[in-house]
């Protein structure tokens, strides 16, 4: 949830609310997340530093616009290039799909290649689940339910299968076919932040509901 929320807000600074509405139009296909949760997230952020208060709106509602931090900036960076954690592959690997756009083009194969070596170790132990099953002794009475529990077995490694057919025809080509996300302008409401993190506002204003888009001409880079 950390490293997703820091890589939207290194696309664009934004506010709860949009934070909210990002997750709708673009997260949600690989991750859902409550508003309470986003919310309690960004404070966790907040306390560590990897986020700060871009600015507040004036009046009663005090609408907050966050930013991503060097440090986040950095931990960002680490985790996108770091081994790949998570219960499955959807989990490990599917948020740093999303956001691989962002890194220098060189840094983006090795982290294809860590989605690839996940797809074929979780394939390889499903494979090695089905060998067992297939040797154990299932009581008549039992039969039906586990014919039904190997099937749903089977539909996961169908899954995998497909899974590392694809993540290797990715790491393959190095990455999507060009011109898949075209390069963007920046606006005149873009902030300084976004600016020097080569990123533009994907919508016209915070509340506007959109797809985030990284800009081409610069990525991020880790600080060292």
Same mark, same amino acid.
């Given at each position: 949830?950390?490293?997703?929320?820091?890589?939207?807000?290194?696309?664009?600074?934004?506010?709860?609310?949009?934070l909210?509405?990002?997750?709708?139009?673009?997260?949600?296909?690989?991750?859902?997340a409550?508003?309470?949760?986003?919310?309690?997230?960004?404070?966790?952020?907040?306390?560590?530093?990897?986020? +700060?208060?871009?600015?507040?709106?004036?009046?009663?509602?005090?609408?907050?616009?966050?930013?991503?931090?060097?440090?986040?900036?950095?931990?960002?960076?680490?985790?996108?290039?770091? +081994?790949?954690?998570?219960?499955?592959?959807?989990?490990?690997?599917?948020?740093?799909?999303?956001?691989?756009?962002?890194?220098?083009?060189?840094?983006?194969?090795?982290?294809?290649?860590?989605?690839?070596?996940?797809?074929?170790?979780?394939?390889?132990?499903?494979t090695?689940?089905?060998?067992?099953?297939?040797?154990?002794?299932?009581?008549?009475e039992?039969?039906?339910?586990?014919?039904?529990?190997?099937?749903?077995?089977?539909?996961?490694?169908?899954?995998?299968?497909?899974?590392?057919?694809?993540?290797?025809?990715?790491?393959?080509?190095?990455?999507?076919?060009?011109?898949?996300?075209?390069?963007?302008?920046?606006?005149?409401?873009?902030?300084?932040?976004?600016?020097?993190?080569?990123?533009?506002?994907?919508? +016209?204003?915070d509340?506007?509901?959109?797809?985030?888009?990284?800009?081409?001409?610069?990525?991020?880079?880790?600080?060292?």
């Open positions: 949830m950390a490293h997703v929320i820091l890589g939207l807000l290194l696309l664009a600074p934004q506010s709860l609310y949009g909210i509405k990002s997750f709708e139009a673009g997260v949600a296909l690989f991750y859902s409550s508003s309470g949760s986003i919310k309690r997230a960004l404070d966790t952020l907040l306390g560590k530093g990897l986020i +700060e208060v871009a600015s507040t709106e004036p009046g009663g509602r005090g609408k907050k616009v966050y930013r991503a931090t060097e440090a986040g900036r950095r931990e960002f960076h680490r985790w996108m290039a770091g +081994e790949l954690s998570g219960a499955d592959l959807e989990t490990a690997a599917l948020p740093r799909l999303f956001f691989l756009g962002l890194l220098d083009p060189a840094e983006r194969a090795p982290v294809l290649r860590r989605m690839r070596e996940r797809a074929a170790a979780d394939l390889s132990n499903l090695a689940l089905k060998k067992q099953l297939d040797a154990m002794e299932v009581p008549a039992f039969r039906d339910v586990a014919a039904y529990q190997r099937a749903t077995l089977d539909y996961g490694i169908a899954s995998g299968r497909h899974a590392l057919t694809w993540f290797s025809d990715l790491a393959d080509r190095g990455g999507p076919p060009d011109g898949c996300a075209a390069p963007r302008s920046g606006r005149g409401g873009e902030s300084a932040a976004g600016h020097e993190a080569g990123i533009v506002d994907p919508g +016209e204003g509340d506007r509901e959109s797809f985030p888009v990284p800009v081409a001409e610069r990525q991020v880079r880790d600080e060292r």
